[in-house]
């Protein structure tokens, strides 16, 4: 599968894997504690110049970021619509943050790295039975195909625009879904022969 890992080598990616994990897992989570639209408004801030403070590195996701700036402006005009431009608002800046924070992740950490914090954090359920590396794999698979499927998404609208000079839009759901679906069963096949080895 193709990833958003970036080789562009950026202050982010000297920062150990479980450290980043930690940290961005916190600032995360501290959106969803800032209702003031202020206080939340200053964080998201601070997330989008981590961001931007990755450079060239950055440049894999711009369609990805693109996308993501078109669905917090349609949520806040849909909650203005309803009357609750506050909530839309609010709203709209977490999902911002938030994506901003594992985007930023995904391009600076290897999937590798990110299944050894896995196994690592997830270690001591073994001593009540849970298979956690299996789990930790788990892990690591979801994270990798919500990335693949914005890398794939990219590149079949990219095919589109060539063809015709227009965005593809709906017009992608089917083969982007037969893809994923195509992708999915030769992963599932592969994890098959190497673990039942």
């Known amino acids: 599968m193709r990833s958003l890992y970036s080789h562009h080598r950026t202050w982010l990616h000297a920062v150990p894997a479980n450290w980043k994990l930690l940290l961005f897992a916190l600032l995360g989570t501290l959106q969803y504690f800032l209702h003031n639209p202020v206080g939340l408004g ?6 989008v110049l981590l961001f931007v403070s990755l450079g060239p590195a950055i440049a894999p996701a711009r369609k990805l970021v693109a996308s993501l700036l078109i669905a917090a402006l349609l949520i806040l005009v849909f909650h203005t619509w309803l009357r609750q431009a506050e909530l839309g608002l609010v709203s709209a800046l977490r999902l911002l943050s938030a994506s901003l924070l594992g985007i930023a992740l995904t391009l600076t950490t290897p999937g590798s790295e990110l299944l050894d914090v896995f196994e690592r954090w997830l270690h001591p359920l073994q001593r009540v039975g849970i298979r956690t590396e299996r789990f ?4 690591a698979m979801m994270l990798r195909f919500a ?4 890398v794939l998404w990219t590149r079949l609208d990219d095919a589109h625009r060539l063809r015709t000079g227009k965005p593809g839009g709906l017009r992608l759901l089917a083969p982007l879904t037969i893809q994923m679906l195509v992708s999915a069963r030769r992963v599932a096949d592969t994890l098959e022969l190497r673990l039942g080895e």
């Open 42 to 47: 200053t964080s998201t801030l601070l997330c």
């Open 136 to 139: 930790a794999l788990q892990l």
């Open 147 to 150: 990335e693949h499927f914005f």
